[in-house]
């Protein structure tokens, strides 16, 4: 019983650590792909890809780190919801999930987008119907990554927030702030591209919480054991 009970609290300490990781990695990951992005394409939408003769490699580079985030999102998504069990509300879970799959999807349409474009560009530099796919192409990217997959973000944000609300696994100061950034994710009209930065700095904070809080129960835990039993 006691082997079992160790087994058990084993567990329980690895789990959050291992969603913390993997949300660090995945916001890592994420921010220094859109900075990239973000320093190399010009803001301006209605630009002609002149940026491609010096900045393709750049941006090549930022695309590449986009499925390891991927997977470590999905991960993060998965252990988060372990962590939660039974105490997992079913209508909350399923929003939580479902615009957490969204974002990705959005984010690797977007992406897979970026990777189309420089490479019809670099077959056809300076075609006129390459001009045309490249302006069209940019704009759907645009309306991808700065409205629709924003949007999906913010409706994960909200929806993990509320569960932590309801199970009382995240201090209430955290989950104000979370709905604060998920309402200002909802309600913004594309007011910057960095505003894209938001939520994954979020996940940064949250997962950084999350071990920070783990390694403090591991030591207490060890502290438990160490000590004397008075019996």
Same mark, same amino acid.
């Given at each position: 019983m006691?082997?079992?009970?160790?087994?058990l609290?084993?567990?329980?300490?690895? !789990? $959050?650590?291992?969603?913390? =990781?993997?949300?660090?990695?995945?916001?890592?990951?994420t921010i220094?792909?859109?900075? %990239?992005?973000?320093?190399? *394409?010009?803001t @301006?939408?209605? @630009?002609?890809?002149?940026? &491609?003769? +010096?900045?393709?490699? !750049?941006?090549s580079l930022?695309?590449s780190? *986009?499925?390891?985030?991927g997977i470590?999102? =999905?991960?993060f #998504?998965?252990?988060? /919801? @372990?962590? %939660?069990?039974? =105490?997992?509300?079913?209508?909350f879970?399923?929003v939580?999930?479902?615009?957490?799959?969204?974002?990705l999807?959005?984010?690797?349409?977007a992406a897979a987008l970026?990777?189309?474009?420089?490479a019809? !560009?670099?077959?056809? $530099?300076?075609?006129?119907? +390459?001009?045309?796919t490249?302006a069209? +192409?940019r704009?759907?990217?645009?309306?991808?990554?700065? *409205?629709?997959?924003? /949007?999906?973000?913010?409706?994960?944000? #909200?929806?993990l +927030? !509320? #569960?932590?609300?309801?199970?009382?696994?995240?201090?209430?100061?955290?989950?104000?702030?979370?709905?604060? &950034?998920a309402?200002?994710l =909802?309600?913004?009209?594309s007011l910057?591209?960095w505003?894209?930065?938001?939520f $994954?700095?979020?996940?940064?904070?949250?997962?950084?919480?999350?071990?920070v809080?783990?390694?403090?129960?591991?030591?207490a835990?060890?502290?438990?054991e160490?000590?004397? @039993?008075?019996?």
């Amino acid at each position: 019983m006691a082997k079992a009970t160790k087994n058990l609290t084993s567990r329980e300490l690895k !789990t $959050p650590r291992a969603a913390a =990781l993997a949300g660090i990695f995945f916001a890592v990951l994420t921010i220094t792909a859109q900075v %990239l992005i973000r320093l190399s *394409v010009p803001t @301006d939408t209605s @630009d002609t890809g002149a940026w &491609l003769s +010096g900045q393709a490699s !750049t941006v090549s580079l930022a695309l590449s780190m *986009v499925p390891f985030a991927g997977i470590a999102f =999905l991960w993060f #998504i998965g252990v988060v /919801r @372990d962590r %939660l069990g039974h =105490l997992e509300d079913q209508f909350f879970s399923t929003v939580f999930f479902g615009s957490g799959l969204l974002y990705l999807s959005l984010t690797f349409v977007a992406a897979a987008l970026a990777g189309s474009l420089l490479a019809d !560009t670099s077959l056809r $530099p300076g075609n006129a119907a +390459g001009a045309i796919t490249y302006a069209f +192409g940019r704009l759907v990217m645009y309306q991808i990554s700065n *409205v629709y997959a924003l /949007r999906m973000s913010g409706v994960f944000m #909200i929806s993990l +927030g !509320t #569960i932590w609300l309801q199970t009382e696994t995240m201090p209430r100061w955290l989950v104000f702030i979370t709905y604060a &950034l998920a309402l200002l994710l =909802l309600v913004s009209i594309s007011l910057s591209v960095w505003f894209t930065l938001i939520f $994954p700095a979020w996940v940064f904070v949250i997962s950084m919480f999350i071990l920070v809080g783990n390694l403090r129960t591991r030591s207490a835990s060890a502290s438990t054991e160490s000590s004397p @039993d008075p019996a």
